[in-house]
Nanobody, 116 residues
Framework: QVQLVESGGGLVQPGGSLRLSCAAS????????MSWYRQAPGKERELVAS????????RYADSMKGRFTISRDNGKNTVSLQMNSLKPEDTAVYYC?????????WGQGTQVTVSS
């Protein structure tokens, strides 16, 4: 069955870095666009970054540009999110998403907390 398993979340101080990873299985990973979303308490889920199936095209939400980097390894069926210069407002549950219309898969999420 389809699985997306996120890892790498945790507690980090403002200005610090974290690297999230998502391990995918149960579908043809290299055919799917992959994205990271996040949801903070009391807020709607928002797109953080996305990457095309080949990895050639990447998009970022404006508030993440220059701080976050999305990457994928189609040989290992993984997608990663490198997060630098973290701010308290980056605190949220981060979700991995795989999409190839009409299919849309989600991971269970990993908590990122930015606090001193």
């Amino acid at each position: 069955q389809v699985q997306l398993v996120e890892s790498g979340g945790g507690l980090v101080q403002p200005g610090g870095s974290l690297r999230l990873s998502c391990a995918a299985s149960g579908f043809t990973f290299s055919s799917y666009a992959m994205s990271w979303y996040r949801q903070a308490p009391g807020k709607e889920r928002e797109l953080v970054a996305s990457i095309s199936s080949s990895g050639a095209t990447k998009r970022y939400a404006d508030s993440m540009k220059g701080r976050f980097t999305i990457s994928r390894d189609n040989g290992k069926n993984t997608v990663s999110l490198q997060m630098n210069s973290l701010k308290p407002e980056d605190t949220a549950v981060y979700y991995c998403n795989a999409r190839r219309i009409p299919y849309d898969y989600w991971g269970q999420g990993t908590q990122v907390t930015v606090s001193s």
